[in-house]
C-alpha cells in the first residue's frame, strides 16, 4: 500500500483571565500584550505555565497536491 501525504495544520487556543492596573482597557492591553510577547520569545519558556487549563486544538488534515 502506497503511503501518502498529508498537511495537518493544528491551532492551539489559550484562554485565561488575567487582573491587571492600569489606567484605560487600551493600555492595559498592550500591557499584557508586551509581556506575553516578551515571554514567548524566550526559547526555554514554557507557554503551559502561563494558563490555569490546557489548550483546546483544532486541527485539519488536507491532502497535498503531487502533481509535479
Given at each position: 500500500?502506497?503511503?501518502?501525504?498529508?498537511?495537518?495544520?493544528?491551532?492551539?487556543?489559550?484562554?485565561?483571565?488575567?487582573?491587571?492596573e492600569?489606567?484605560?482597557m487600551e493600555k492595559a492591553k498592550a500591557d499584557v500584550d508586551r509581556v506575553l510577547t516578551n515571554y514567548l520569545k524566550g526559547k526555554k519558556m514554557n507557554v503551559l505555565n502561563l494558563f490555569n487549563e490546557p489548550?483546546?486544538?483544532?486541527?485539519?488534515?488536507?491532502k497535498i497536491n503531487e502533481e509535479l
Open positions: 500500500m502506497k503511503r501518502k501525504n498529508y498537511k495537518v495544520r493544528v491551532k492551539l487556543i489559550f484562554e485565561t483571565a488575567m487582573n491587571h492600569q489606567t484605560s489548550p483546546h486544538i483544532i486541527y485539519k488534515v488536507e
